[in-house]
């Protein structure tokens, strides 16, 4: 088990950006395939990125693709979602997630095995 710390997210508007990073406290995350997943208010949780160990292997989902980023830095120990042109349909809480387990990034919550605290980000229309 490892302890993940996300943060970043805030209040913004309709087609702002924002960042939002985890850092995996007392361990590396070049040890992990790290993903980011998002919940809204009566909704399922659901994935939004993710990026294996070498940050060869990206996935993103299809609401998000050519608006988010996600990205890993090895020198500061950290993951971030890069989010831009936020729509109100962003409006979620966001998690950042790491597997310990597989060897190519999945899209289901079930594989992630350490989860962030989450992160509220809010897109005003």
């Known amino acids: 088990q490892v302890q993940l710390v996300d943060s970043g997210g805030g209040l913004v508007q309709t087609g702002d950006s924002l960042i939002l990073s985890c850092t995996p406290s007392?361990?590396?995350?070049?040890?992990?395939?790290m993903g980011w997943f998002r919940q809204a208010p009566g909704k399922e949780r659901e994935f939004v990125a993710g990026?294996?160990?070498?940050?060869?292997?990206?996935n993103y989902a299809g609401s998000v693709k050519g608006r988010f980023n996600i990205h890993r830095d090895a020198a500061r120990n950290t993951v971030s979602l890069e989010m831009n042109s936020l729509k109100p349909e962003d409006t979620a809480v966001y998690y950042c997630a790491a597997d310990s387990n597989n060897y190519f990034v999945s899209r289901r919550s079930e594989d992630y095995d350490n989860w962030g605290q989450g992160t509220q980000v809010t897109v005003s229309s």
């Open positions: 007392g361990d590396t995350v070049s040890n992990y395939i």
């Open positions: 990026i294996s160990r070498n940050g060869v292997n990206i």
